[in-house]
Nanobody, 117 residues
Framework: QVQLVESGGGLVQPGGSLRLSCAAS????????MGWYRQAPGKQRDLVAS???????NYADSVKGRFTISRDNAKNTVYLQMNSLKPDDTAVYYC???????????WGKGTLVTVSS
């Protein structure tokens, strides 16, 4: 049905940058909120950033000023530009796309971001 495919993860040095992308394919639906979550080993999955249909963004305090979320509605794609990366940013990053119905809620399989020298 609906598939979310993340890309852009990898190994980066502290202070470096990565850009994650997540594209939804399959059944077409109107997208409300797009977001990125992350989960480190032994930690809970937390919201990193989100952007709603009106363009309003929300960021975790830990990434505010360093990360930027954006979306391309025509492509059903959400991006996460990550700058000034820190070792604490190391995690599996998951994208989430929701429609205007609570039944439209989809997750990607995750992409690993490792920040290390």
């Amino acid at each position: 049905q609906v598939q979310l495919v993340e890309s852009g993860g990898g190994l980066v040095q502290p202070g470096g940058s990565l850009r994650l992308s997540c594209a939804a394919s399959g059944s077409i639906f109107r997208v409300n909120t797009m977001g990125w979550y992350r989960q480190a080993p032994g930690k809970q999955r937390d919201l990193v950033a989100s952007i709603n249909s009106g363009g309003t963004t929300n960021y975790a305090d830990s990434v505010k000023g360093r990360f930027t979320i954006s979306r391309d509605n025509a492509k059903n794609t959400v991006y996460l530009q990550m700058n000034s990366l820190k070792p604490d940013d190391t995690a599996v990053y998951y994208c989430n796309i929701r429609g205007f119905s609570v039944r439209r809620d989809y997750w990607g399989k995750g992409t690993l971001v490792t920040v290390s020298s």
